[in-house]
């Protein structure tokens, strides 16, 4: 799994891969595929556009769950996912010495970043109106052209709760209705809570790696649409 890049301040890493897909979705058709449960059927999604033209901002919506652009007073949610992440992450995925980035430096990328509008979306649960975390599509070229990446990550006092499963669920409805054929998504060995996650969306482990001696080996996923 991804984790969000760090915004473009002059001293932080830029974002990852450049810029984030656009997508210009199609009108959803109803069908099955194999790799849908019962369990995972409830997540099945409807969505919306505001506006059907590429770089548009992106609404998607499922039984529990908004994916929608990050407001800027949500910063404070994003700075409280960068503070949880697991010491074995890469230092520039993790807050510096210097606190960086600070909610202010992440106010500033979601004012200024398409990523935060139309990539990496926002997850609202309906029901109580707070946002967990982000789940969505990036551009990381570490696949072939036109195949981008999902990632999420949420808040881990939602952990264990189906919200990354019912996201991505209407991530890959979102990235189907736009025309991609297939996505990858990268995760952790460690990271046995997301990587259950694909398993359960369809993605399956390549023999592609990424071997880190210092934070471990980094598994290349993949799901055809």
Known sequence: MLEAPAPTTGNEPGLIGGTPPTCAPKKFE??????????????????????????????????????RPWRVAEAVIQHELWTERDPRVPPHR?????????????????????????????????????????????????GAAGEPELAFELLRRVQRQGYATEASLAVLEWARSSGYERL?????????????????????????????AVHGTNLFTTRRL
């Not at 952790?188 to 790696?209: I, M």
Request: hydrophobic share 40%.
């Open 30 to 67: 109803s069908r099955s595929t194999p790799w849908h449960d019962p369990a995972l059927t409830r997540a099945m999604v409807a969505a919306m556009t505001v506006g059907a033209v590429p770089g548009s901002e992106v609404v998607l919506e499922t039984s529990r769950l908004l994916l």
């Open 94 to 142: 993790r807050i510096d010495a210097d606190g960086h980035p600070t909610v202010a430096e992440l106010e500033s990328s979601i004012r200024t970043d398409q990523l935060w509008s139309s990539g990496l979306l926002a997850i609202e649960r309906k029901a109580s109106r707070d946002v967990i975390g982000y789940c969505g599509l990036v551009d990381s070229e570490r």
């Open 184 to 212: 990858w998504a990268t995760v952790w060995d460690w990271n046995t809570a997301s990587r259950r996650v694909l398993a359960k969306v369809g993605f399956t482990e390549t023999e592609r790696k990424e071997v880190d």
